[in-house]
């Protein structure tokens, strides 16, 4: 290929590129399916390799990371990055409310001759924000190009770290748009999500190694790297909040329309981000972020409200290293300091042995807690936590409260190193620690009452026979009564039945019916959501998916050596081996077979090979409710199909699935031409498919 021709293709495939990150990440409304989106970034980075003298530091294959620096060099602040004062009730914020609200009557000569008039302003129009819990940086661009990112260190000396934002996928390394301003200088957090924390910290803990307290520790720690291939490879995240300088853009004089601006150039904010008047609209802000703070993808420690009016703002000015346009609304602290009582071990669905502490009650975060996860043995020996202990304990949103450090300095005397028990608590077998694992496990398998309770929960959960009804605190019950003790034993009706239900604690004729009902109903299950109901170590539900789709029928499975089932996409020797392992002992056999007597059934899916995959190629959209199977069902077998199953629609789109109520996926099928069929239709063309 001549070279211009590549300069060319190269040109169109990075901004084409651009604009899918744009809508993947800006707007969130990606319009290509994943892998047509990596054919383009693959086909590019060939062409880059192959006429490297093309390569660009902006082009969208740039976020690797590439060498690692030295050491890190200091950046001025041009505009200081200050921080927010705080407010932490109603009341305060209504005081600060009104002091902005004097100060601007009196500096725009509206005061009354009587003094400060609360109303010589109407209502203050305010942007409110979520305050994200991350690390503030500030970018640079010239031309449009990313040029420098640092952090805030003391807000006027920073840090450059721009090889690792470079890294971040929502950090633009060149501005969307045909006229890109000569100079733009936007701020704004870095944030590691939930979800990729809890991931890191898991992989982290799985090897051995040191995890992260929390994830804004994580994000600073990630960006604190000499080698940009550390950051390249967490999630991080980043939302702008602000611009502070521009040349050559003209800017709403509004903080809430910048920002809507700023989105056009390639910057992701907040989708939280909301304008409105007065103290009031600010509550009522702040009571609903703070009801959804733990559903939410990132952490966020408050929100914060800003005085919108950029005029205002300018009027309103500093008072030292602060704004008095704006101040912090935090949330309740999330950390707190507390009293380790006793540290005891809870036995997990494999076995595992994990460290609780019993704390003294404290109140974090909104709720008062008494206990925490230790998660590790290790873990106690790192931080070497003794009874009799004050410790730092944290609680973030919806996760289980953790112990983050001792405060040494607060140990009472003779307070004794905690020991791992040589025999599980609960059941009295041998604990077994295998060397250069952190975890310790009680080997006593489905003998042990309490691997039997969390196996059954597991059974019995949404995502694997969902039995509808059958709560933990019923099959804690039916195992303390030695009611039931295996999954099979669920459906054996000689041992669970009305008669043995009824002298459970709050059951009741009807309770006690429809758990049978719902039990019996669960007996028609898929494959994948019994091999995942099974659980075996390491096979979560993509690994169950993938292990039915390849070998079909589940006595392929049980026959499978270890050389098989690497085979299997995603299976590596671990999984493997712990695949072998389960089918390898009796007693998983025995329960096997029972279960399938007493009647739990699946069909068989054709085996990778022998199967027609009719949908091959095509990708579908379902949107709507469906009445005849869940939106789980149905993905399932558009997958046994061959299709791929999106979640928005484009051009490419071959079919959607409208259920009841079908939203804007359904217009945007139209608006495109896409063919769309009702659920009748749907279930019509599976019937005919045998499923
Ligand atoms: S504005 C002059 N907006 O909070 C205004 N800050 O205590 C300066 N933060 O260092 C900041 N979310 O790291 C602003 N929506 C938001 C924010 C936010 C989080 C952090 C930021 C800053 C700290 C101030």
Same mark, same amino acid.
């Given at each position: 290929? =001549?070279?211009?021709?590549? %300069?060319?293709?190269?040109? !169109? @495939? ?66 200081? *990055? ?41 209502? *203050? ?42 890294? $971040? !996928?929502?950090?633009?390394? #060149? ?42 520790? !994580? %994000? +600073? ?51 939280? $981000? ?21 559903? @939410? ?57 994990? =460290? ?83 975890? +310790? ?13 969390? %196996? ?7 995502? %694997? ?41 709050? *059951? ?10 719902? $039990? ?10 019994? @091999? ?46 712990? $695949? ?22 699946? =069909? ?24 005849? *199977?869940?939106?789980?069902?149905? #993905? ?32 945007? +099928? ?22």
């Amino acid at each position: 290929m =001549p070279k211009a021709e590549a %300069a060319r293709e190269i040109e !169109a @495939l990075r901004s084409s590129i651009r604009y899918h990150n744009y809508r993947y990440y800006v707007l969130d409304d990606p319009e290509l399916p994943d892998g047509e989106y990596d054919r383009l970034l693959n086909r590019l980075r060939d062409l880059e390799t192959r006429f490297p003298d093309l390569l660009t530091t902006d082009s969208p294959t740039q976020r690797v990371g590439g060498e690692a620096i030295a050491g890190f060099s200091t950046v001025q602040h041009e505009v200081p *990055m200050l921080s927010l004062d705080n407010v932490f009730s109603a009341g305060e914020f209504a005081d600060f409310d009104r002091r902005a609200r004097e100060r601007l009557g009196d500096l725009l000569g509206r005061a009354q001759a009587t003094g400060h008039d609360l109303f010589s302003l109407p209502q *203050m129009t305010y942007c409110c924000e979520p305050k994200l819990d991350g690390l503030a940086i500030s970018l640079l661009y010239e031309n449009g190009l990313l040029r420098r990112a640092a952090t805030r260190g003391d807000g006027v000396t920073g840090e450059d770290i721009t090889h690792n934002v470079r890294t $971040i !996928a929502t950090v633009p390394l #060149r501005l969307l748009g045909d006229n890109p301003p000569a100079l733009l200088e936007v701020r704004g957090e870095v944030v590691m999500p939930k979800a990729g924390f809890l991931k890191l910290n898991a992989g982290a803990a799985a090897r051995g190694e040191k995890t992260f307290a929390n994830p804004r520790n !994580a %994000a +600073a720690g990630s960006l604190r790297q000499l080698d940009p291939k550390i950051a390249a490879q967490r999630p991080l995240e980043f939302y702008a909040y602000s611009v502070v300088q521009a040349e050559g853009l003209s800017l709403p004089a509004s903080q809430f329309e910048t920002l809507q601006k700023i989105t056009g150039l390639g910057f992701c904010i907040s989708r939280e $981000i909301r304008r409105g008047d007065g103290p009031e609209f600010v509550q009522s802000f702040y009571d609903d972020v703070q009801s959804r703070r733990d559903s @939410l993808p990132y952490e966020i420690d408050g929100v914060v409200i800003k005085v919108d009016s950029v005029r205002w703002q300018q009027e309103l000015g500093f008072v030292s290293r602060a704004p008095r346009w704006a101040t912090a609304y935090k949330f309740p602290a999330q950390e707190a300091i507390t009293t380790v009582q006793a540290i005891e071990f809870q036995v997990g669905r494999t076995g595992a042995l994990t =460290p609780v502490a019993r704390l003294a009650p404290v109140f974090v975060g909104g709720v008062t807690v008494s206990n925490a996860t230790l998660h590790n043995f290790d873990e106690i020996e790192r931080m070497d936590v003794r009874v009799g202990d004050s410790v730092v304990i944290y609680r973030a949103g919806d996760v289980i409260p953790k112990v983050v450090r001792v405060l040494p300095e607060l140990r009472p005397a003779h307070a004794a190193a905690v020991v791992l028990p040589q025999q599980c608590p609960v059941c009295g077998s041998d604990v077994e620690r295998p060397e250069n694992e952190a975890i +310790a496990r009680c080997s006593g398998g489905l003998f042990c009452p309490a691997q039997q309770k969390e %196996a059954l929960k597991h059974f019995v959960s949404r995502r %694997a026979l969902d039995v509808d009804g059958l709560g933990d605190k019923w099959i804690e019950q039916l195992v303390d009564l030695a009611l039931i003790k295996t999954s099979a034993d669920l459906y054996d009706r000689a041992r669970l039945n009305k008669e043995t239900l009824l002298p459970l604690e709050r *059951m009741a004729e009807k309770s006690a019916d429809n758990l049978i009902v719902a $039990i019996d109903a669960s007996k028609a299950t898929t494959l994948p959501r019994f @091999l995942f109901a099974l659980g075996i170590r390491d096979v979560g539900e993509a690994t169950a998916l993938a292990l039915a789709r390849h070998f079909g029928r589940l006595d392929a499975i049980i026959a499978a050596d270890e050389a098989a089932l690497m085979q299997v996409p995603d299976v590596g020797p671990v999984v493997a081996e712990s $695949i072998a392992t389960f089918f390898r002992q009796a007693h998983n056999l025995e329960v096997i077979t029972r279960l399938r007597e007493l009647g739990v059934s699946w =069909p068989d899916l054709a085996a990778e090979g022998e199967r027609a995959q009719p949908f091959a190629g095509q990708t579908w959209v379902l949107t709507g409710s469906l009445t005849s *199977m869940s939106r789980d069902q149905a #993905r399932e077998k558009l997958l046994q199909l061959g299709a791929k199953v999106s979640g928005s629609v484009s051009k490419k789109t071959h079919c959607v699935v409208a259920g009841e109520a079908a939203g804007s996926k359904l217009a945007d +099928a139209e608006k495109l031409g896409v063919r769309v069929i009702d659920e009748a239709a749907f279930q019509q063309l599976l019937s005919g498919h045998g499923l």
